[in-house]
């Protein structure tokens, strides 16, 4: 299975080779939001952006761009699987 970047379409062949990608790629760039179409300056203001959306697309992407997966304990594991399951069916090709 491949995820592709929602900003190049550079196919990657996991979530944190994705991750990877786009942190080394489009740190410092202005992007479009791959959801709304809203312009940002830089990665920064795109994971500001979908931050505070409340749609399940918007939360995959900020999953995507912000969340670190590694270091979780207790009842954050659960949420973060449901935001990875999410994220997977977003983002596959």
Known sequence: MSY???F???LEPSINWLRIHIRKCH???PLTCPVCGYRA???????????GRYDEKHKAL???LHR???NTTGAK????????KQLKEVFKV
């Open 27 to 29: 740190y410092n760039e």
């Open 8 to 10: 190049c379409g550079e």
């Open 4 to 6: 592709k970047c929602p």
């Open 41 to 51: 300056r830089s990665l920064r203001g795109i994971i500001n952006h979908s931050c």
């Open 68 to 70: 670190n997966t590694r």
């Open 77 to 84: 594991v659960e949420k973060q699987m449901t935001y990875l």
């Open 62 to 64: 900020y999953y995507l």
